[in-house]
Nanobody, 132 residues
Framework: QVQLVESGGGLVQPGGSLRLSCPTH????????IGWFRQVPGKEHVPEGV??????????YYADSVKGRFTTSRDNANNAVYLQMDKVKPEDTGVYHC???????????????????????WGRGTQVTVSS
């Protein structure tokens, strides 16, 4: 099990940007799926899969709620996966977690069906607050 420590959260105004980081050093394989999930106020018990990426081929899924605004990318040189959040909205407020697991059937299934107990690793999360 790999320890995941997210960073980059904070307070941002609506329409602004943030970049979250999830370190990937210590991984013993390049064959994994990595996802960003968020727990929003009032629905903490049901984390929403925001974006999930396949490490082998880079295939990436985005939830409809963030499509066109968020971008997941991988930086092999710096051993990190990023979630670039642009044009943020108040409803993007929540605790963002990264999760790592062996490959699923596809990246969409990881995001739409995965729960924290399903994954090999689940980070503690970083708080994102969108407010003016």
């Amino acid at each position: 099990q790999v320890q995941l420590v997210e960073s980059g959260g904070g307070l941002v105004q609506p329409g602004g940007s943030l970049r979250l980081s999830c370190p990937t050093h210590g991984f013993t394989t390049d064959n994994y799926y990595i996802g960003w999930f968020r727990q929003v106020p009032g629905k903490e018990h049901v984390p929403e899969g925001v974006s999930c990426m396949s490490s082998p081929d880079g295939d990436t899924y985005y939830a409809d709620s963030v499509k066109g605004r968020f971008t997941t990318s991988r930086d092999n040189a710096n051993n990190a996966v990023y979630l670039q959040m642009d044009k943020v909205k108040p409803e993007d407020t929540g605790v963002y977690h990264c999760a790592v697991d062996v490959p699923w059937a596809n990246v969409k299934s990881m995001c739409e069906k995965g729960t924290p107990t399903d994954f090999d690793s689940w980070g503690r999360g970083t708080q994102v607050t969108v407010s003016s």
